[in-house]
């Protein structure tokens, strides 16, 4: 079975983020990136599947700026086979119906059995680029999903829905499933795998400009507060007294 | 026209839908655009009838067999359907789990973008939508011609603004081919052991706590104020906590007293399952941190420090 993973890199979980001159993005100076959360659970999935078919290969795909490739080496590292890299330079400039356009171009050249990606990115938050992708390759789809069962010729796969409820679907192949976080226990790459890595295929395709974007995103800025939040100030201890009285005499519940 | 596209599961509403419609119906007076709705399933009969004592122009009952139990095939094509038919200038969801699933696929049979988990929609029309787990907004304009989707997040529009009247009913039966997606029917996990729906404390802890060998730490906290504890859901990801301790959109839905959120940073995704606490604490050493958007009472600071200091003043209170 050959199984696509799109993988993103996001900037690390604690950034400080400061706005960009233009105020159109954030300043990506001084920020380390990181593989998105749920992406890394989905490449998890992928390895695991494979390795319990004891066949199939596993490939890597991101859109990203150059340092992005170094998501993917990690990728490789812990096991994916070869990797696809389109090179954007500013991805933030794309929208979501844009960046699945180049990822499913870059997946129609392979015809996958399966596609995985996250459920959400870090960063744009849209929650859409899998469900698109599928849309364009013309393949049925599920999201949130927390466990993929393997059948002849089809799958069944367990839907996550809200409020701790759950429903199994089955589709046929191929498909293309958006994985939630928490669905397997992520691997750490071995130093062999790291080693093996910097030999395995990386594939570098330009991304092409496209036509026409969807929306354009006009300015990006921190959010108005509307709460009066009472800030507890000083050291520590200060803090915490002051909390206690709080807790004693307007929450009333010491 | 504006279409707001309601969300109804085993004949009971989504009660986000509501907040749609709201939303739908502000839009439109602000737009002067007329407001109908749109309800899908088998069977829906009653649901349309509520619907149709709101004040909106036009209820559509989408009725099929095939939409007994939803599946993304089937309705993407009932809706592509509608709006193809209809071409309203807005179509509006709630942003749900299932509009997720299905709402980016309608909008590529469409030719469009769907405006995803939108909090505010502004003139133009300009849409805002969160960045960074709510860090950031942004404004967003689409560049395509109408019809615009939209999703709106939970909160965004509020239920009890809704107005009630009348609006005729239609019935459609859409042309469905099969599904490929054969759903069976949703369940509970067997059944929670921890129900912190009843819990008038609660200390909840996120990923600030950083490694596992952290979490007594806030289990001495939790312990201190007789309260239960809860997680963010990467704490229960990673196994550190059992799933049945998550607050949020796929976890618990709490409202205790007191909720006291330790390190943990705010996502819509927590957010909905803690903001109806009668008071909101917060613990975090980024003072923009978009939990304390909610909090009543903030403390900007190390929960290694501030955490056992707490613990510590409750118990010589108690004391
Ligand atoms: C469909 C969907 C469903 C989801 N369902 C849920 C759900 O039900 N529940 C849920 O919680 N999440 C859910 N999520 C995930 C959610 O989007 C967030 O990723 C998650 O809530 C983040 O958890 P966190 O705040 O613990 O971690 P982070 O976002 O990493 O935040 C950690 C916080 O700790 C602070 N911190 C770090 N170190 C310290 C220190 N020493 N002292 C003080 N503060 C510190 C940081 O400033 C930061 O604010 C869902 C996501 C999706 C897409
Ligand atoms: N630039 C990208 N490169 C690779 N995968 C991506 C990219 N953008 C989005 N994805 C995938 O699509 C998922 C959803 O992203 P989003 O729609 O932005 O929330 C992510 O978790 C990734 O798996």
New binding site residues.
Partial sequence: MKIIVAIKQVPA??SQLRLNSAAKWIDEEDLTFEIN?PDAYALEEALQLKEKQGAGEVIALCLGPERAGSTLREALAKGADRAIHIVCAHPETLDPLAIANLLAGAIRTESPDLVLTG??SDDLGS?QTGVIVAELLGSSHAT?IMEVLLQADAIRVKRELEDGWFQYIQMPLPAVLTI?SGLNRLRYATLMGIKKAKTKEMRIIEAETLGGQAASLDRIYPPDRQKQTQMLTGTAKEQAVQLVEKLRFEMRVL | MILVVMEQHAGAWHKMSWETLAGGQQLGKAMGEPVAAAVLGEGIGALAAELARKALDKVYAIEHAQLALYNADGYTAALAALIGQLQPTLVLFPHT?QVRDFGPKLATRLDRLLLSDVVRVMPGPVFVRQLF?GKLNADVRPTTAAPHLVSLQAGAYRADTLVAGTAPIETITPALEASRQQPEAPFRESSRAVDLTAADLIVSV???I?EADNLPLVEELAKALGAELAA????CDNGWLPMER??????QTVAPKVYLAV?????I??LV?MKGAKAIVA????PH?P?FEVADYGLV????EIVPALTEEIRKAKA
């Fill in positions: 979980r604690d959360e459920l959400q929650g949130n939630q | 789990y787990q996120g990923r600030g950083k963010s859901r990467p704490i998550q607050v949020g959109s796929s976890g390190g943990i940073s705010g996502a995704q927590h399952g613990i975090n050493k980024d941190a939990i600071g190390d929960l290694f």
